[in-house]
Nanobody, 123 residues
Framework: VQLQASGGGLVQAGGSLRLFCAAS??????YAWFRQAPGKEREFVAH????????YYTDSVKGRFTISRDNAKDTVYLQMNSLKPEDAAVYYC???????????????????WGQGTQVTVSS
């Protein structure tokens, strides 16, 4: 079972990036993106359920980030627009085989993690 995150890079403030997370070895019901900036705790960014119809975001990214998924490709995406310097972090995808968890915004809600992809935003 593996989650492979990619798509990070260097972008100017106001720019866009699209992150990818491809799963192999298992079909996951729920996905999430977390991020961790230097010296800070890993924090929840976005979550998506199996159907893709239910998505949730941390307040700081609402209206700018969009999480989506392609179940046929076992891939989840994070479209990040209007990036700000404070969005800079290592972004991690996380996945769970559980249909529901009350911990969907917490690290313990996910048993599978990708390796992280670096997002750098220059001001």
């Amino acid at each position: 079972v593996q989650l492979q995150a990619s798509g990070g890079g260097l972008v100017q403030a106001g720019g866009s990036l699209r992150l990818f997370c491809a799963a192999s070895g298992r079909t996951f019901i729920r996905y999430a993106w977390f991020r961790q900036a230097p010296g800070k705790e890993r924090e929840f960014v976005a979550h998506i359920t199996w159907s893709g119809r239910n998505t949730y975001y941390t307040d700081s990214v609402k209206g700018r980030f969009t999480i989506s998924r392609d179940n046929a490709k076992d891939t989840v995406y994070l479209q990040m627009n209007s990036l700000k310097p404070e969005d800079a972090a290592v972004y991690y995808c996380a996945a769970s085989t559980l249909t529901y968890s009350s911990d969907w915004a917490l690290r313990i809600g996910y048993g599978n993690w990708g390796q992280g992809t670096q997002v750098t935003v220059s001001s």
